[in-house]
């Protein structure tokens, strides 16, 4: 995990590379206008007409029951990717991911703001310089998680439109949380990238748990020889 510097010194901590930090906001800048980008393009385009989320109709429609903001969008037909693979369609979530906690719109904002910020506590403490597997992992992490952030607090919702494995079912009748459909949720390229990140992550972990474990297989044997005269 650490390098060498020109002088010779060993830099510990990602926080001090120049190069880290770029790699690191680079990759998080491009996740969040990738997400943003293809939440724009989706709510102008999946239904008959454009869709405009403005949040302080989205905050009145949820004061009751927050599942009825999804009236704010227009009924319409999914647009078919592929067939029982991919289908694109308009959801408002007023919760977290799968749904999660609806209504709960300020606790998940903070939520998330922690979790940018132990993202990047990370960053400093447990990278180096050249673990840039790991800081692609978490510019991925802050990305999807200011996508995210960005709507819940600009819309007070989460637009989602992402439907994988439409309609497939489990086998023989069985049902998995009440349904019989092997991924009812809808989500977005903000929740895609968090779970490549943590993927990437765990990944990185892994990896260094390996080395690390490689590397103290010969000092725990070795026996200090005698100098030679």
């Given at each position: 995990?650490?390098?060498a510097?020109?002088?010779?010194?060993?830099?510990?901590?990602?926080?001090?590379s120049?190069g880290?930090?770029?790699?690191?906001?680079?990759i998080?800048?491009?996740a969040?206008?990738?997400?943003?980008?293809?939440k724009?393009?989706?709510?102008?385009?999946v239904a008959?007409?454009?869709?405009?989320?403005?949040r302080?109709?989205?905050i009145?429609?949820g004061?009751n029951?927050?599942?009825?903001?999804q009236?704010?969008?227009?009924?319409?037909?999914p647009t078919?990717?592929v067939p029982?693979?991919?289908?694109?369609?308009?959801v408002?979530?007023?919760?977290?991911v799968?749904?999660?906690?609806?209504?709960?719109?300020?606790?998940?904002?903070?939520?998330?703001?922690?979790?940018l910020?132990?993202g990047?506590f990370m960053?400093a403490?447990?990278?180096?310089?050249?673990?840039?597997?790991a800081?692609?992992?978490?510019?991925?992490?802050?990305g999807g998680?200011?996508?995210?952030?960005?709507?819940r607090?600009?819309?007070a919702?989460v637009?989602?439109?992402i439907?994988?494995?439409?309609?497939?079912?489990?086998?023989?009748?069985?049902?998995?949380l009440?349904?019989?459909e092997?991924?009812?949720?809808?989500?977005?390229?903000?929740?895609l990238?968090?779970?490549?990140?943590?993927?990437?992550?765990?990944?990185?972990l892994?990896?260094?748990?390996?080395?690390e474990?490689?590397g103290?297989?010969p000092?725990a044997?070795?026996?200090?020889?005698?100098?030679?005269p």
């Amino acid at each position: 995990m650490t390098d060498a510097s020109a002088s010779g010194e060993q830099v510990r901590s990602a926080f001090l590379s120049r190069g880290a930090w770029v790699l690191l906001l680079s990759i998080a800048l491009l996740a969040v206008v990738f997400d943003l980008a293809s939440k724009h393009v989706a709510f102008a385009h999946v239904a008959d007409d454009p869709v405009s989320i403005v949040r302080s109709e989205v905050i009145e429609a949820g004061r009751n029951d927050p599942h009825h903001i999804q009236r704010l969008v227009p009924a319409h037909p999914p647009t078919v990717v592929v067939p029982s693979t991919l289908e694109f369609k308009l959801v408002l979530n007023p919760g977290a991911v799968f749904g999660i906690g609806p209504g709960q719109r300020w606790f998940f904002v903070g939520f998330t703001m922690i979790a940018l910020g132990f993202g990047l506590f990370m960053f400093a403490r447990w990278t180096g310089p050249r673990d840039r597997f790991a800081h692609v992992a978490l510019g991925l992490l802050i990305g999807g998680g200011l996508g995210n952030l960005y709507d819940r607090v600009v819309y007070a919702c989460v637009r989602d439109f992402i439907h994988p494995l439409p309609g497939v079912q489990w086998p023989f009748g069985w049902k998995v949380l009440g349904s019989r459909e092997v991924w009812p949720y809808v989500s977005n390229v903000a929740d895609l990238l968090l779970l490549i990140g943590i993927g990437m992550l765990l990944v990185h972990l892994w990896r260094q748990d390996r080395a690390e474990g490689e590397g103290e297989t010969p000092d725990a044997g070795s026996v200090a020889q005698p100098e030679t005269p």
